[in-house]
Structures are given as structure tokens and as C-alpha cells.
């Protein structure tokens, strides 16, 4: 799909270009944070799988007016373009030398929010893509019991599958407080949406460790992540639900654009991505095709 098509048929993806954020993604945090005060009064953020950026982007402009005391760091598998406030770190969310220069990043201090927007690529195969997400969620969660302060909040992508009430009990072990949201910049069409956990209180005698999954931990006599029940968190719809709709196409030109006869210009991509894993196959496929018509 040509950029000018894909203005009209994703208003969050043109609205990202106009706004200066560098992926669509930006509105769901925006609209995560407007309902849940998710960014009020905090100094350090930490922003997991956050290539390109967009999340870490509109954290850097809600704290902007205390930049002295804030630090916000950024970690993604993909690198990352520089952004103004933010510290970055290229590396895998379940690497224990990951963890570690986040925490030496904060001074050994610890933050007041985890959020992670980590996605696996998709395979189109239902099961899988939810058992993957499911993985990568609790991988989330685990580096989150290493950086997260008691009381602190964890906001992270959820795909809401047929096991989606087991996830939701293994979270209520580490937070009181769990809400399942929909920002309306998320499609409707999409099983994603957004946990959002707060109060961290993790069970007495729980030590947090990168080298073990999640599941494998025991408390006391009781084998805590896997004999709790399934359960089920409120739910709520969150952003302007009179606002743009993402499933909608919407006209490339308004009202002004007429009146003034001026027409729609398609704007680049703020941040082009960096060495993306798709470059590599194109690069082949170049070398593939010159060769074949040489
Ligand atoms: N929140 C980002 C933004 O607003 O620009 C978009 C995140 S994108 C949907 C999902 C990201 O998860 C990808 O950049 C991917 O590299 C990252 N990811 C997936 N698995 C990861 C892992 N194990 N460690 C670090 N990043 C990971």
C-alpha cells in the first residue's frame, strides 16, 4: 500500500505523521494514560520492546517539564533512532544483562512504571501468535519484578484470546489492581488490547530472577502461578469513543482543503526504521533479481 492510500485508510497512522510521532502507537498510550494518570507525578520509566519509539516519545513530552529529575530508558531488540530525554538500550527483554544496566542506568534505584508494548512477529496462526504474545507478556512481567518499585504500575499489550483469564490470575499475584483496556485508536478488528496493573506487591518471600521463567517459581508450599484460579479484571474502553475510528476511511482532504483549494500533501515517516529485519531479505532479493536479469 502507497503512503497517500495508507493516509486515508489509517487516520492514526496520518495523525502520527502531523503530531511528529514516529509510529500510530502513540494515540493507544496517550489514551491509556488519559484514563489511568499512568505518567502523573513519575520520575523513571521504563518503556520495553519500545522500537520505534512512539511510546518513548510521548513519555519524553510528559515529563518534559521535569527532565532534571527524570530518566526514562528504552529497550528494544531493533535499534533505535536518538530521543530527546531518553536513554536507550538495544537487547532481548528476557536477558538478565539487560535487566542489569537498566537497573545500573537508574542508580539501583527502582522505577516507578514498566510499560511494554512487545509484539512478536505475527504469523497469522491464531494460537501461536496468542501462546507467543502470552510468553513475551509474562517475560514483560518478569523483568518488571526485577525494575518495579512496590506500588509501582506495569502497562503492557495483551492479546485477549481463550486464555487470556489465566493471564489475567498470574498478574493479580503481583498487582491488586488489574483492568483489562481498549484505547479507541485500537482497532476493533484486533484481539490487542492493554493490561493495565497497579499497587506491584509481589508475594512475600518472591525474589525476582531473569534466569528462571515466571512459571517455574513456587511460594511456600504452594505452586502460586499455576493452582490460582482463573479470573476475570474489568474492562474498559478508553480514549475519545466519539473520536476518529480506526476501522473507518476517512477523506485525504477536509472541509478547509476545498474552501482554501488547496490539496492533501503525504508526508514521510518521522523516523524511517533502522537496519529493520525486513532490510536483509530485501537486500537479497535485489542481488537475487540483478542476477537473474544479468
Ligand atoms: N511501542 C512501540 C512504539 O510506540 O514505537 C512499538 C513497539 S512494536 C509494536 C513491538 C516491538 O517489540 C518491536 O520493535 C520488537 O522488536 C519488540 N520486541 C519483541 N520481542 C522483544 C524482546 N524479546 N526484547 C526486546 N524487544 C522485543
Keep these: 500500500m502507497g503512503r497517500a492510500a495508507k493516509d486515508k485508510r489509517d487516520i492514526y497512522y496520518r495523525k502520527a505523521k502531523e503530531v511528529g510521532f514516529r509510529a500510530r502507537s502513540a494515540f493507544k498510550l496517550l489514551q491509556l494514560d ?32 521535569r527532565r532534571d529529575q527524570s530518566k526514562i530508558v528504552a529497550v528494544d531488540l531493533q535499534e533505535m533512532a536518538p530521543i530527546e530525554g531518553v536513554t536507550l538500550v538495544q537487547g532481548d527483554i528476557t536477558s538478565s544483562v539487560v535487566a542489569d544496566k537498566i537497573v545500573q542506568l537508574f542508580d539501583g534505584q527502582k522505577a516507578d512504571i514498566v510499560v511494554s508494548d512487545g509484539a512478536p512477529d505475527v504469523t497469522g496462526l491464531h494460537d501461536i501468535d496468542e501462546y507467543v504474545q502470552s510468553q513475551l507478556l509474562l517475560s514483560a512481567l518478569n523483568i518488571t519484578t526485577v525494575l518495579l518499585r512496590p506500588g509501582g504500575s506495569f502497562v503492557a499489550k495483551i492479546f485477549r484470546g481463550k486464555d487470556v483469564t489465566l493471564l489475567y490470575s498470574q498478574l493479580k499475584i503481583f498487582f491488586p489492581f488489574v483492568t483489562c483496556a481498549k484505547p479507541k485508536s485500537s482497532r476493533n478488528s484486533s484481539i490487542e488490547s492493554f493490561i493495565v496493573c497497579k499497587g506491584y506487591c509481589p508475594p512475600a518471600g518472591y525474589i525476582p530472577c531473569l534466569d528462571k521463567p515466571l512459571l517455574d517459581f513456587k511460594y511456600g508450599q504452594d505452586d502460586a502461578l499455576l493452582g490460582y484460579n482463573r479470573c476475570i479484571v474489568p474492562f474498559v474502553a478508553c480514549g475519545d469513543l466519539s473520536g476518529y475510528d480506526p476501522d473507518t476511511v476517512y477523506a485525504l482532504e477536509d472541509e478547509s482543503m476545498e474552501e482554501s483549494g488547496t490539496s492533501y500533501t503525504t508526508r514521510a515517516p518521522v523516523q524511517a526504521p533502522i537496519n529493520p529485519p525486513y532490510k536483509a531479505a530485501l537486500d537479497a532479493k535485489r542481488i537475487h533479481s540483478n542476477a537473474l536479469s544479468s
Design 34 to 65: 488519559e484514563e489511568f494518570k499512568l505518567l502523573e507525578g513519575v520520575n523513571r520509566v521504563v518503556d520495553l520492546c519500545a522500537a520505534p519509539g512512539s511510546w518513548s516519545q510521548v513519555i519524553s513530552r510528559q515529563l518534559a517539564d
